[in-house]
């Protein structure tokens, strides 16, 4: 394992619902369009496809954003500049603010912890999405549990870690299905709880769309 870091900014006295994430990308992508970690698009026309370094939540009913690496700086930023937020033409005021410095252990590990999705986990794609409805349920969930570990080595890619013995890591799981509607599309998610030999901190995401809010991890127990 190695030891992270990344920031946790919380607009405690503001309550917004998880669909209201992406106009909360939308507008700290308008008020810093020339830092392009807010929105990812890099000057001229390209995309960073890499993982974004600063990532969107909503915990327990507040907006809060989440900053890695060079957007642990940008968020100290935030935190002192913002005292509103403008959406969809609704002004929200801010007199309550939280900042929290993460230092946490990332990363395989011979013990065993027990984690929740606290947000909908958006695990499949296009093509796996029609290979999984071909599936039984057997067959479903491992497709799941392997598409899990799979997002682990993606995770890991953000923080410069390399999993040492990945064909180690076990992984069990227990998914529900729901659909979710994603700019007007409906989307095939689940929700759940998950066994495995990997440390992830409280608040990261796996999946696609996890700087969006999706696949929000958190820790339930250490197995014994």
């Known amino acids: 394992m190695i030891k992270i870091r990344y920031i946790l900014v919380v607009f405690t006295d503001m309550k917004m619902q998880p669909s209201d994430i992406p106009k909360l990308r939308g507008y700290f992508a ?9 929105h990812n698009h890099l000057p001229g026309e390209g995309y960073d496809y890499r993982m974004p370094l600063i ?17 642990i700086e940008i968020m100290k930023q935030v935190f002192f500049e913002i005292d509103e937020l403008k959406i969809s033409g609704q ?9 929290s410095l993460m230092e946490a252990d990332f990363g395989q590990c011979e ?22 409805l071909s ?15 799979r997002n682990l080595k993606s995770l890991s890619k953000g923080f410069d870690y390399w999993i ?24 095939q998610c689940f929700k759940g709880n998950f066994t495995l030999n990997f440390r992830i901190p409280d608040f990261l995401g796996l999946g696609k769309q996890s700087a969006r809010g999706f696949g929000v ?6 197995s014994s």
């Open 30 to 38: 308008k008020k810093y369009a020339d830092i392009h970690h807010f």
């Open 111 to 132: 013990e065993f912890y027990d984690y929740h999705f606290l947000s909908p986990w958006m695990a499949l794609n296009q093509t796996n999405h029609l290979h999984y």
């Open 217 to 222: 991890v958190g820790l339930k127990s250490r």
């Open 135 to 149: 599936l039984n349920p057997v067959e479903q969930k491992q497709l799941l549990k392997t598409i899990l570990a």
């Open 55 to 71: 990532q969107y939540r909503i915990i327990e009913g507040s907006p809060a954003m989440i900053g890695i690496g060079e957007g």
């Open 164 to 187: 040492p013995e990945f064909e180690k890591i076990m992984v069990d799981g227990w998914f529900t299905p729901l659909v979710v509607n994603f700019h007007n599309q409906k989307m």
């Open 91 to 99: 002004t929200f005021i801010s007199n309550e603010k939280q900042i």
